[in-house]
């Protein structure tokens, strides 16, 4: 995934062009940086830095925290500021749980020939550039494509956009692990098993690989949470 330049677009004149509000746009900029793993969990937000990276007034930055916060995305501690926020062992099984009940039943119920099916292929074909190019930030990001796009085969734009607030979430979880090689390197040849049993239309094959998959990531990452945080 491209990532974008928080301050490479002045804020009130975007906002004006796609009719969003400078608080919004602001914040999806900052949703891009979790996103794309450029912000990971626990990093510190200054409010200086930003106000003068993105040329906007702190009362619209504090609104941006605010709004992000209330997503989770964001923790506020007295006296020290604004961080991005780390999951817990509940957030991790609970993303993990959704996701089974999500993207298993979408694969399961579609059609081999649905568009998003090229949105799965062109998800994996970013994975092994990437992979190949050793940027693994990016074969995250090439994941989280992939897995939205599976999603996608449920044709409900609403179910989309709540999976859009859990990739967010994972993400965050996928920055717990120092090192996103020993993170996504086991997975880019799973996606394509996936996406090569439901081209082929068996998507009970696939579905099923899919679940398994699932489960075996959430153990590996719980795994190396416990191993990750003191005590």
Known sequence: MK????????????????????????????????????????????????????????????????????????????????????????????????????????????HHRHPSVGKMRAAIDAAIRHRDAGEWLSVGSADIAFHAAIVELADSPRLSAFYAQISLELRLVFGLIRDPEYLHAPYVGQNATILAHLEEGATSTAAEALEKYLYQAERFILAAYSRAMPG
């Open 3 to 110: 990532q974008t330049n928080l301050a490479s677009i002045e804020p009130t004149a975007a906002a004006a062009e796609t009719g969003q509000t400078v608080t919004e746009l602001t914040a999806a900029r900052i949703r891009e940086r979790v996103i794309s793993g450029t912000l990971s969990p626990g990093s510190h937000l200054s409010e200086a830095a930003l106000c003068e990276e993105l040329q906007i007034s702190r009362n619209t930055l504090r609104e941006v925290f605010r709004l992000l916060t209330t997503e989770g995305v964001l923790r506020h501690e007295a006296n020290r500021g604004v961080f991005v926020t780390t999951p817990s062992i509940s957030t991790i099984i609970d993303i993990f749980h959704i996701r089974r009940l999500i993207e298993c039943s979408a694969l399961a119920g579609a």
